[in-house]
């Protein structure tokens, strides 16, 4: 079974960086798109980047310029560097790798890691 192993959460203060990272536990055949989203307490899970088969990128407004999304298919891994942030980026982020394979669909999620953002 597919699992996905966030690490790279922590504490920062505000203007610091943090990269996460996700790798599946075993080989994913038909890798599509790549993302993180997050959820902050009391929200909704939101879409924080996300990264194509082909490498097209797409980010949030709140994170464009500071974010940056990556991936290397050879490792089954996404990545997520993250730049000057600031406290409204504390939330617990989750990757996904999403499969098509034989027609078949698949979105695999990590299990969450928290990033806390101190002012």
């Known amino acids: 079974q597919v699992q996905l192993v966030e690490s790279g959460g922590g504490w920062v203060q505000a203007g610091g960086s943090l990269r996460l990272s996700c790798t599946a536990s075993?080989?994913?055949?038909?890798?599509?798109?790549m993302g993180w989203y997050r959820q902050a307490p009391g929200k909704q899970r939101e879409l924080v980047a996300s990264i194509s088969s082909g490498g097209t990128t797409n980010y949030a407004d709140s994170v464009k310029g500071r974010f940056t999304i990556s991936r290397d298919n050879a490792k089954n891994t996404v990545y997520l560097q993250m730049n000057s942030l600031k406290p409204e980026d504390t939330a617990v982020y989750y990757c996904?790798?999403?499969?098509?394979?034989?027609?078949?669909?698949?979105?695999?999620w990590g299990q969450g890691t928290q990033v806390t953002v101190s002012s």
């Open positions: 075993i080989r994913i055949f038909g890798i599509n798109a």
């Open positions: 996904n790798i999403d499969s098509l394979n034989w027609g078949d669909f698949i979105r695999y």
